[in-house]
């Protein structure tokens, strides 16, 4: 079993030295440091988290130090669980050992589901009042409504295969069928207003 330590700075102008002796004044002489900003990519948590083997024990400053979000840090914490390694913080008194450490992870777990629930109903909310303000998103339609009407019309005939209306057009097999969908509101096309 081994006692690691993780420590990070937020900003390149500070240090990790009161992390560093708070892990001393704990005991921890394997650290780990990650000298980057939350927001990008973590190379030495990975690493660290790749090495970790059950029985082990991560241990941190504070929980700040370790996630950037309440979900991030449900991920992290998912990931010690399967493979049957402890997790510690010094400053809030955490640790997955006791009932109250183990208590504490799953309210935060039921608060990262609160959080993706809220972000979740929100973006619903902005498409649509987006949609009803009229405006759109993705890419530009490749045929317009009245060309994807006259290709409809020229399928329909029997004249055409989809195959060479395609050609015709300049676009593949799929995307005629799905214009000629959308005009004849089929399909995911279905029910949508005209």
């Not at 449900?74 to 008194?93: I, M, N, P, W, Y």
């Amino acid at each position: 079993m081994t006692v690691w330590g993780y420590a990070r700075v937020s900003t390149l102008e500070q240090n990790t030295a009161a992390q560093l002796a708070a892990f001393r004044r704990a005991g921890i002489e394997q650290v780990v440091e990650e000298k980057r900003s939350g927001v990008k990519d973590r190379p030495e948590l990975e690493k660290l988290l790749l090495q970790l083997q059950a029985g082990d024990v991560l241990v941190v400053y504070k929980l700040d130090r370790l996630a950037r979000s309440v979900s991030h840090f449900v991920k992290v914490f998912d990931q010690l669980k399967a493979k049957g390694v402890g997790f510690r913080s010094l400053t809030e008194a955490i640790e997955t050992d006791t009932p109250q450490g183990r208590m504490f992870l799953h309210l935060l777990t039921a608060f990262a589901e609160f959080e993706r629930e809220l972000i979740r109903e929100r973006c619903l909310a902005g498409q649509r009042a987006a949609r009803a303000a009229g405006k759109t998103w993705g890419r530009k339609r490749v045929l317009s409504d009245d060309d994807a009407a006259q290709a409809a019309n020229a399928w329909r005939s029997g004249w055409y295969t989809q195959a060479v209306l395609a050609d015709m057009l300049g676009v593949t097999v799929a995307c005629l069928r799905d214009c000629i969908h959308r005009h004849e509101r089929r399909g995911r096309w279905a029910g949508l207003p005209t």
